[in-house]
């Protein structure tokens, strides 16, 4: 709630500004224009696919996660195909996603999962401050491209989108506004959010040296996403002291067995390794270019 009125207020504050320098009305026509588009994304929005994840969610929950992955492998892939570290660990994800469905017969093709992605807004005038100050962005995670590639480079085009856009900073207000109206009007505008996703998914960087409690040191910390309303599906991604791990809380009604998903996610960036190691890089910044050269090649 105070992040939303801290927002509302630096809004008033640059609006102010408009009365000494006439020259910023332009730049804040084009940010009110970016900003109704974003508003009316945010009403118009589908809902997502329906999928096995996606229901009325029970109150049994399930675990699992990975082992740890070195982060320098992932690093290196990332600096070749040109995509972030987060980049490629949402390929993976979507990549996990995919397999678990044609593995029990499910359709795949055009599928797109939602996930809402926390975002934080905190800045450097934040610092040594309390409290947490995070908008949402809604990412669609293109389950149903095959190509792990072009898989890759449609997620880091689509993060691009958001990181550029308003969204965040105005999920924040609408949240600390819903926070301020009665009850059953807060619950209807969080169940309209979550119905138009299937997860909660986050990216933690965590410490890159090894921490000690009582002289042993924390081998394998783990966090879980919090889920509201109808969405049944945490997935957490967690940096620490050289590695990366996935974990995933999923719904048992949906699904009862989210080691089956874990246990793809090392596989699928696998898949991109091998690409950057085997194939000729000039090659790779055009997916269907590769999967011709692997068609050709296969026996």
């Given at each position: 709630m105070l992040g939303s009125?801290r927002?509302?207020?630096?809004?008033?504050d640059?609006y102010?500004?408009?009365?000494?320098?006439p020259g910023?009305?332009?730049?804040?026509?084009?940010?009110?224009r970016?900003?109704?588009?974003?508003?009316?994304?945010?009403a118009?929005?589908?809902?997502d696919?329906?999928?096995?994840?996606?229901g009325k969610p029970?109150?049994?929950?399930?675990?699992?996660w990975?082992?740890?992955?070195?982060?320098?492998?992932?690093?290196?892939?990332?600096k070749?195909?040109?995509?972030?570290v987060?980049?490629?660990?949402?390929t993976a994800?979507?990549?996990?996603?995919?397999?678990y469905?044609?593995a029990r017969?499910?359709?795949?093709?055009?599928?797109?999962i939602?996930?809402?992605?926390?975002?934080?807004l905190?800045?450097?005038?934040?610092?040594?401050?309390?409290?947490?100050?995070f908008g949402?962005?809604?990412l669609?995670?293109?389950?149903?491209?095959?190509?792990?590639?072009?898989?890759?480079?449609?997620?880091?085009?689509?993060?691009?989108?958001?990181k550029?856009?308003?969204?965040?900073a105005?999920?924040?207000t609408i949240?600390?506004v819903?926070?301020?109206?009665?009850?059953?009007v807060?619950?209807?505008?969080?169940?309209?959010?979550?119905?138009?996703?299937?997860?909660?998914?986050?990216?933690v960087p965590g410490?890159?040296t090894?921490?000690?409690?009582?002289?042993?040191?924390?081998r394998q910390p783990?966090?879980?996403?919090?889920?509201?309303?109808?969405i049944?599906m945490?997935v957490s991604?967690?940096s620490y002291?050289?590695?990366?791990q996935?974990?995933l809380?999923t719904d048992h009604?949906?699904v009862?067995?989210p080691?089956?998903?874990?246990?793809?996610?090392?596989?699928?960036?696998?898949?991109?390794?091998?690409?950057?190691?085997?194939?000729?890089?000039?090659?790779?910044?055009?997916?269907d270019?590769?999967?011709?050269?692997?068609?050709?090649?296969?026996?």
């Amino acid at each position: 709630m105070l992040g939303s009125a801290r927002f509302a207020l630096d809004l008033r504050d640059h609006y102010g500004g408009l009365l000494s320098n006439p020259g910023q009305i332009i730049g804040y026509a084009r940010a009110g224009r970016d900003i109704a588009a974003e508003i009316a994304k945010l009403a118009i929005m589908a809902n997502d696919s329906p999928t096995r994840f996606k229901g009325k969610p029970g109150t049994r929950k399930e675990l699992a996660w990975t082992e740890p992955i070195p982060l320098p492998e992932i690093k290196a892939v990332g600096k070749v195909l040109g995509c972030s570290v987060n980049d490629l660990l949402l390929t993976a994800v979507a990549g996990s996603l995919r397999a678990y469905l044609v593995a029990r017969g499910d359709e795949v093709a055009d599928v797109e999962i939602r996930a809402m992605v926390p975002v934080n807004l905190r800045g450097p005038a934040d610092i040594g401050t309390l409290g947490n100050r995070f908008g949402l962005v809604a990412l669609e995670l293109p389950v149903g491209i095959e190509n792990p590639l072009a898989r890759l480079y449609e997620i880091r085009a689509r993060m691009a989108k958001l990181k550029g856009s308003y969204q965040a900073a105005l999920t924040l207000t609408i949240l600390g506004v819903v926070g301020m109206l009665p009850k059953v009007v807060q619950q209807s505008v969080l169940d309209l959010l979550a119905n138009k996703a299937t997860a909660v998914m986050t990216n933690v960087p965590g410490p890159q040296t090894g921490l000690y409690l009582a002289g042993a040191r924390l081998r394998q910390p783990l966090f879980w996403v919090p889920q509201s309303g109808d969405i049944g599906m945490g997935v957490s991604i967690l940096s620490y002291a050289g590695n990366v791990q996935f974990g995933l809380m999923t719904d048992h009604k949906f699904v009862p067995d989210p080691q089956s998903i874990v246990d793809r996610f090392a596989s699928e960036f696998g898949k991109l390794l091998m690409l950057v190691l085997m194939e000729p890089w000039e090659r790779l910044g055009d997916p269907d270019a590769v999967a011709a050269a692997l068609a050709n090649e296969s026996p």
